[in-house]
């Protein structure tokens, strides 16, 4: 496999000044790889701030710390393993668990939760099914691979994290043609810990360096390689092999050996294995190290060096230790019957120093390895995205909008996610306030009277429309799903994924969507606190849509100020914020009617800001009884599903919403930003608030019946939807009925 391009070889030797061996080369390599290094985009993310009174450490460790007072910390890290699982899905899915979690280990915190977002091609015929062109018999074929990779990706997840006894706490899951025999696997962890537990990272000559866990093999050799180039053909042996067990023994070693302050350095091996493990924690504790591969544990007797140092075998620790906590250190280790060895020791130099049968075989300054020459790409603005937004959309209204609303329920997308929400432990550590597929983000306890919200959101099919005004609305929504829950805002994380990054016009599409990470960040003064980049997502097919995906964390007061979904009979229903009638990108154009095009929603992040801000003060007011962000699907999807949620019917006034919708299904499907639908029980006291607030648009739009059980919209006194329950509940579990098919 050719690691190394001709400029970063011919860059490598003038920097080492001698020729590289093919084991310097290989650990070179994987470290320089995309995945390990961004060195394709790292010029760009360090432009996103971190800067906030709450952040402790940001972008560029294994998890983003944020203070959460009284002494507590949290934790927070994203990562995917999407070549993998297009893969060997189960495998793939399960390790990427396992890496996030030792990810948050290693900055001294406990895993507290896992949330996910997943992407699939579809499942199912879309019901205009006009974006694949293929025969009914290969149309079947790619949904029946779809199924199975959404099958076993949610498999591998529950039962990791059922395994090791962390709740998968949320997430989201999107399907689109252009996921179609691929698939995005993105895991979230979220840590909890004590400031004073939180691994100091400084190092001394003589220090211990220790690996422990499973044993090294050849699974996941030249991983990080797989995962910086197209999917043009499946490598198995580049696939990891999870080991749950051992991860929750080091889960235990790692937290009784914080407990006991032993420990002066962790970090998890993750993609690159033990090159880019030993090279960046070399590098950044400003430290040499000198290790012996004859005292790494190994699978084989025949493994070459270059097999052992690049080999991303999971469930592996690095620590490292002083010569006086060592032995208890060792006793912990072996109280949990943990594998480990001495593997090397910290030298005052600054290299990374290889050892075999008493020689050394490499020998390279460890700055050099952990930090690749960066690069400059071209970049193009997409030709397709001109063409989309001046092209003319003829689209019938539907004679039957009840009908429509069903179609748009039973849309995978947006269907009721209980056939994957089920297969997790949500309740296991008893800290699940509010469970996975009630709302769109997770609550969890974290000390008395504290709590925090947590969200993933992405939209593909906005981003790939416009990848600047599609990430400002996965940020305005990850945001309005944090409101709604009752939070405040403290830190966004980020994993921004796209197909080629030596296509100029990909590249295009990734630094808008930075640019708008950034112009949402400063606006709103979230700081980032993390992420990640994911290139060459691309198949035979073609690439993926832009798909960022959006972590965002709020902090709630107390347990008064969550706010639930679920609205009570007789609750008075409004509306926030303003409709338009920009319906590029949604899922009634795409999903429903097979048109791609149009004029994408735009963001006015002063309007968004202000309307999740009154949002969050009238909660802390307790006037409000539910509340739910207006997003994917629309109006009409919000609604439904709130009231199906409660199975309480629900009486809707269109002709009160604030909108400059020129038909009557756009304003029903339109996935306009900045809106939330609120309910309460005294309309006086939240009006009388409201009118604080000048130049708020918003509107009471209808009612939660105290009896009866149908779903209505009506407009100019006429029941233009009017739907039972039963039937509209029947649709929104279209995708458990697939999967379950």
């Given at each position: ?142 949904y029946s691979h779809s199924k199975w990779l959404l099958k076993n990706v949610v498999r591998g997840i529950a039962d ?582």
């Amino acid at each position: 496999m050719e690691i190394l391009s001709h400029s970063e070889l011919q860059y490598l030797k003038k920097k080492l000044k001698h020729e590289p061996n093919f084991l310097e080369k290989e650990i070179v390599g994987a470290q320089w790889s995309e995945h390990c290094s961004y060195k394709s985009s790292k010029k760009y993310i360090q432009l996103l701030s971190s800067d906030a009174e709450r952040i402790i450490k940001g972008p560029g460790y294994d998890a983003g710390i944020i203070d959460v007072g009284n002494g507590d910390v949290i934790t927070i890290h994203i990562e995917s393993h999407n070549h993998p699982s297009a893969v060997e899905p189960y495998g793939g899915a399960a390790t990427g668990v396992g890496g996030i979690i030792r990810d948050i280990i290693s900055m001294g915190t406990m895993p507290i939760a896992i949330l996910n977002a997943l992407r699939f091609g579809h499942i199912t015929s879309p019901f205009a099914s006009k974006e694949i062109k293929i025969s009914r018999r290969e149309n079947n074929e790619l949904y029946s691979h779809s199924k199975w990779l959404l099958k076993n990706v949610v498999r591998g997840i529950a039962d990791y994290g059922n395994c090791i006894g962390i709740p998968t706490v949320g997430g989201e899951v999107e399907f689109d043609e252009s996921f179609t025999n691929y698939c995005l696997v993105d895991v979230a962890a979220i840590g909890f810990g004590k400031k004073k537990n939180l691994i100091k990272n400084i190092i001394q000559e003589n220090d211990i360096i220790i690996l422990a866990g499973s044993s090294t093999g050849r699974d996941g050799i030249h991983g990080a390689s797989f995962a910086s180039k197209d999917l043009a053909k499946e490598d198995r042996s580049a696939v990891q092999i999870p080991d749950p067990f051992m991860e929750k023994l080091l889960i235990e070693v790692t937290k009784e050996a914080i407990e006991a302050d032993i420990l002066k350095a962790v970090k998890d091996l993750g993609g690159g294995g033990l090159s880019c493990c030993l090279s960046e924690t070399s590098a950044n504790l400003n430290k040499g190290f000198d290790i012996d591969l004859d005292k790494v544990p190994v699978k084989y007797r025949d493994m070459e060096p270059q097999e052992i140092m690049i080999s991303e075998s999971q469930e592996r620790m690095l620590y490292i230790t002083n010569e006086w906590n060592f032995k208890s250190f060792a006793k912990i280790l072996n109280k949990y019957e943990v594998p480990f060895a001495i593997i090397g020791r910290v030298k005052n130099h600054k290299n990374l120093v290889i050892y075999k049968n008493g020689k050394t075989i490499a020998k390279m300054p460890s700055h050099l390895i952990a930090y690749a020459p960066l690069l400059n790409r071209n970049s193009k603005k997409p030709k397709y995205i001109d063409n989309l937004s001046v092209k003319k959309i003829f689209l019938k209204l539907p004679y039957n909008l009840n009908k429509t609303l069903l179609n748009m329920l039973a849309n995978p997308t947006i269907a009721l996610k209980h056939w994957i929400f089920q297969q997790f432990d949500h309740e296991i550590g008893l800290r699940t306030i509010v469970r996975p597929g009630i709302t769109d983000c997770a609550v969890i306890k974290l000390a008395n009277d504290k709590f925090l919200a947590a969200t993933l959101d992405g939209n593909s099919k906005l981003c790939y429309q416009d990848p600047y005004e599609g990430t400002l609305s996965c940020l305005s929504e990850a945001r309005a799903n944090i409101i709604s829950s009752g939070g405040n805002p403290i830190g966004i994380v980020d994993h921004l994924q796209f197909g080629n990054p030596e296509n100029p016009e990909i590249f295009w599409s990734f630094q808008k969507c930075i640019k708008a990470m950034i112009d949402f960040s400063s606006f709103n003064k979230i700081p980032i606190v993390g992420g990640k980049v994911s290139f060459y997502n691309e198949t035979k097919i073609g690439p993926i849509k832009p798909s960022p995906v959006i972590g965002m964390l709020g902090l709630i007061e107390s347990m008064k100020c969550i706010s639930k979904i679920r609205p009570s009979p007789g609750d008075t229903l409004y509306i926030v914020g303003i409709t338009g009638n920009e319906m590029g990108g949604s899922e009634y154009f795409q999903y429903l009617n097979g048109v791609i095009g149009g004029i994408v929603p735009k963001l006015d992040l002063q309007i968004d800001s202000i309307n999740s801000e009154i949002i969050l003060k009238i909660n802390r007011e307790h006037l409000i009884s539910c509340s739910h962000d207006c997003s994917k699907g629309g109006l009409s999807i919000t609604l439904t599903e709130m009231a199906i949620d409660s199975t309480c019917g629900i009486n809707i006034d269109l002709d009160k919403v604030p909108h400059s919708c020129e038909r009557i299904d756009f304003l029903l499907f339109s996935e306009t930003p900045s809106r939330f639908i609120i309910g309460t029980e005294n309309e006086e006291k939240l009006e009388k608030a409201f009118s604080r607030y000048k130049n708020l648009k918003y509107s009471k739009i209808g009612k939660v019946m105290d009896d009866g059980d149908n779903i209505t919209f009506a407009s100019k006194n006429k029941k233009i939807i009017n739907l039972e329950m039963e039937i509209a509940k029947k649709y929104y579990e279209n995708l458990t009925s697939i999967m379950e098919n």
